[in-house]
């Protein structure tokens, strides 16, 4: 899709006016090609706990293709395991409001399943070659006219955002940034991010002068929230922060609407968490269809609420949970709505599982803390401080092994939460050989998967 070209029309007035006044070509400015929109949607999750990231994708898409944006300069990644999922009441489709319309439809699956990695993630951004063997091959073929459109649903943890069964670290992305404008592969770049700590992604890392900028859930030392808890489903359908933005656009003439003015809007409803913004600031005063699309406003039906949903499921965030929680009051919502007592008694068994295995994780991590500083009272603060990240190096060697050898923190979304833990030390200047080893000495337990 072209982008207009202010460089066409002057060289069109200097052409005709040349006619009276002898201008040669080399008078003319350069004249650029128009450039192109390109959008990359990622929901980096799996499994019905996490039903809001997959949906809130999918409603993205919808806004883009409504605005305009061929499905070859769309690329989705999304494990594509929520539509036909034995749990699903509606068979092939997917809803991201109560009662609310189907946004599965028409999504392209160009990366699904195990596909949805981090490397292939950065491969896609950068515009490299995929192997076919992947998904469906297409990467950002973006060039330096082109403005590029990326948003990311998924857990988070500071310094980094959950990638399938790995996780996409924050200096890897800004590397990659720095890489795609060096090598001129985009005008300019636009992020939404949806994730606990997700301004941690960002801060102090994203230059200001790289022609990009980022909006993010939250700030970098606290929780997204999830919203909009639906009984049929036993799921919540979104995210406060990115249900804001997406039915801000949904509504919106964005082709008049600022990027600044819909982030000031999101900032202001989303009263859930610090909604941040980064990077360069001119971009946000740019119209938010550069990004998610030139033409004008179509607009996607608006649900309707029949009596038996409470005035509150209209507004997100009346319901709102810190993202980390979502589990637990999903298995606490199921109990309290069990149409019989062999459905309560099965959501009372799961929620006891599910705290036992909590406390199980909290029981190891607590361990290692213990054998790192030999101090009750020193673990007890590792535990509890909530301080942002600064010692980047030391952070990733601890996690890398943590995920290795103790909770695959894509594979127990709960080990997210553990990983503040790793902040604490290092900011404190522990050794990282002293992390290391003690988490080899104590994660001694077998393989675990799904402590959410």
């Not at 192109?36 to 799996?46: I, K, T």
């Not at 392209?108 to 949805?116: F, L």
């Not at 946000?284 to 406003?297: E, L, N």
């Not at 997100?316 to 019989?340: F, S, T």
Request: aromatic residues 10%.
């Amino acid at each position: 899709m072209k982008l207009y070209s202010s460089y066409t029309a002057l060289g069109l007035f200097l052409v005709a006016l040349g006619c009276a006044q002898a201008f040669t070509v080399e008078d003319l400015p350069e004249t650029p090609e128009d450039g192109e929109l390109w959008v990359l949607l990622v929901a980096g999750s799996n499994g019905w706990f996490n039903y809001r990231h997959q949906a809130d994708v999918c409603h993205a898409y919808q806004i883009v293709a409504a605005h305009g944006v061929p499905d070859d300069h769309i690329i989705v990644m999304m494990y594509d395991d929520i539509a036909y999922n034995i749990e699903n009441p509606t068979p092939g489709k997917i809803i991201n409001h109560p009662n609310g319309t189907d946004v599965y439809h028409g999504v392209p699956k160009d990366y699904v399943c195990g596909s949805v990695r981090p490397d292939i993630f950065l491969q896609v951004l950068k515009g490299e070659k995929v192997d076919g063997a992947f998904g469906s091959g297409k990467t950002l073929n973006s060039g330096a006219n082109d403005n590029i459109f990326v948003y990311f649903a998924d857990h988070g943890a500071k310094g980094l955002v959950a990638f399938g069964e790995n996780t996409l670290k924050a200096v890897e992305l800004n590397k990659a940034i720095k890489e795609m404008y060096a090598a001129k592969k985009y005008n300019k770049m636009v992020f939404y991010v949806e994730a606990c700590e997700s301004g941690s992604m960002f801060k102090g890392l994203l230059p200001a002068d790289v022609n990009v900028f980022a909006t993010t859930a939250s700030n970098a030392t606290t929780s997204s929230y999830a919203c909009y808890f639906d009984k049929a489903r036993k799921t919540f359908l979104g995210d406060v922060y990115s249900i804001k933005w997406l039915e801000d656009s949904d509504k919106e003439n964005i082709e008049k609407e600022t990027l600044e003015q819909q982030y000031t809007v999101v900032k202001k409803e989303t009263n859930t968490s610090m909604v941040c913004q980064f990077g360069d600031m001119d971009i946000s005063k740019m119209p938010v269809g550069t990004f998610q699309g030139p033409k004008p406003t179509i607009g996607l039906p608006r649900p309707t609420h029949p009596p038996h949903y409470p005035p509150s499921w209209l507004s997100c965030g009346a319901d709102a949970v810190p993202g980390p929680e979502v589990p637990v009051k999903i298995l606490q919502n199921n109990i309290v709505n069990a149409a019989n007592a062999e459905d309560a008694k099965d959501a009372r068994e799961k929620y006891a599982e599910l705290m036992k295995n909590r406390k199980f994780m909290e029981g190891v991590v607590h361990d290692l803390i213990d054998v790192i500083t030999n101090d009750v009272g020193l673990t007890n603060t590792i535990f509890t401080d909530n301080v942002e990240l600064t010692q980047f190096d030391c952070y990733y060697a601890a996690v890398d092994k943590f995920h290795d050898k103790c909770f695959n923190v894509g594979k127990n979304d709960y080990g997210l939460r553990m990983l503040n833990t790793f902040v604490n030390l290092c900011e404190r200047n522990f050794d990282i050989n002293t992390i290391t080893d003690a988490i080899q000495a104590v994660c001694t337990h077998p393989h675990m998967y799904g402590i959410h």
